[in-house]
T-cell receptor
Framework: NAGVTQTPKFRVLKTGQSMTLLCAQD?????MYWYRQDPGMGLRLIHY???????AKGEVPDGYNVSRLKKQNFLLGLESAAPSQTSVYFC????????????FGPGTRLTVL | GQNIDQPTEMTATEGAIVQINCTYQ??????LFWYQQHAGEAPTFLSY????GLEEKGRFSSFLSRSKGYSYLLLKELQMKDSASYLC???????????FGAGTRLFVKA
């Protein structure tokens, strides 16, 4: 039972390049989230999903796209990376709304040059 | 607007007690979380409060006052491994959004 996993762990991109971050969970949770974490700031929600085939915008969605084709996977795409997207990206999953705990993946450290 | 405030850094001594405060202003309230995050690692769940009062879980306790928009995390018998960032997060109503504070970095010294 791995919980939430993310690939890759580290990545360096040049401005304008594209990439996809993969999040996978084996807990059968309905809800999945992508956050970014920057120094001195809290985790900020990029996009989220309330179930297979559904996605919605969070707090800072510009420059990112997501897909949830399978319940266990949540993909985050950067079509044309910018230096402002240098950050640590965390994926999370939760079973339900309300007071449910979010379980986080180990994070992806992305640098855009 | 929505805002969560917590101190940026705190230092405490091994074996002591430390209280990390969190004040919040959010659109509605549907629970307050505390997460622990060691450097370079993912946040992990510590506690959840939805009603006023104190929730105790081993060496960690969390308190909530909804009328004051205030919570604290109390860590007792501090250990070196407690050196980490502590994130306060509030879930509002009417959506899936959880607002996270910037975190309090706690340094435990011998």
């Amino acid at each position: 039972n791995a919980g939430v996993t993310q690939t890759p762990k580290f990545r360096v991109l040049k401005t304008g390049q594209s990439m996809t971050l993969l999040c996978a969970q084996d807990m059968n949770h309905e809800y999945m989230y992508w956050y970014r974490q920057d120094p001195g700031m809290g985790l900020r929600l990029i996009h989220y999903s309330v179930g297979e085939g559904t996605t919605a915008k969070g707090e800072v969605p510009d420059g990112y796209n997501v897909s949830r084709l399978k319940k266990q996977n949540f993909l985050l795409g950067l079509e044309s990376a910018a230096p402002s997207q240098t950050s640590v990206y965390f994926c999370a999953a939760s079973a339900r709304l309300g007071g449910d705990t979010q379980y986080f993946g180990p994070g992806t450290r992305l640098t855009v040059l | 607007g929505q805002n969560i405030d917590q101190p940026t850094e705190m230092t405490a001594t091994e074996g002591a007690i430390v209280q990390i405060n969190c004040t919040y202003q959010t659109s509605g309230f549907n629970g307050l979380f505390w997460y622990q995050q060691h450097a370079g690692e993912a946040p992990t769940f510590l506690s959840y409060n939805v009603l006023d009062g104190l929730e105790e879980k081993g060496r960690f306790s969390s308190f909530l006052s909804r009328s004051k928009g205030y919570s604290y995390l109390l860590l007792k018998e501090l250990q070196m491994k407690d050196s980490a960032s502590y994130l306060c997060a509030v879930r509002g109503t009417g959506g899936f959004k959880t607002i996270f504070g910037a975190g309090t970095r706690l340094f435990v010294k011998a």
